[in-house]
């Protein structure tokens, strides 16, 4: 059984800096494409970064020069470091993991983690 934990977020005032954990445990799993996403109220469920498994990033516009996807292939973890918060990054993050497990590709939530960006 795979599952994934989120850790971090919480309230940081605008300008400040936060840090997202998600780290994958279970057994018998390779790591493929991780990502995060985040939803605020009222919108949909966007994509905010992503990591391959070669270590190839993307991120959305709003968030490039400001966040950065990392990953530990060793721990099993993917980091989201955000810095320059504004308000309008409040909103519930979820990691997403892609894992092989037994020749298919299965695909993994985290819990979700609030990150709220106010003074």
């Known amino acids: 059984q795979v599952q994934l934990v989120e850790s971090g977020g919480g309230l940081v005032q605008p300008g400040g800096s936060s840090a997202l954990s998600c780290a994958a445990s279970?057994?018998?799993?390779?790591?493929?494409?991780m990502g995060w996403y985040r939803q605020a109220p009222g919108k949909q469920r966007e994509l905010v970064a992503s990591?391959?498994?070669?270590?190839?990033?993307k991120y959305v516009d709003s968030v490039k020069g400001r966040f950065t996807i990392s990953r530990d292939l060793v721990k099993n973890t993917v980091s989201l470091q955000m810095n320059s918060l504004k308000p309008e990054d409040t909103a519930v993050y979820y990691c997403?993991?892609?894992?092989?497990?037994?020749?298919?590709?299965?695909?993994?939530w985290g819990q979700g983690t609030q990150v709220t960006v106010s003074s």
């Open positions: 990591i391959t498994a070669v270590g190839s990033t």
């Open positions: 279970g057994s018998d799993f390779t790591i493929n494409d």
């Open positions: 997403k993991v892609f894992l092989w497990i037994s020749g298919y590709l299965r695909t993994y």
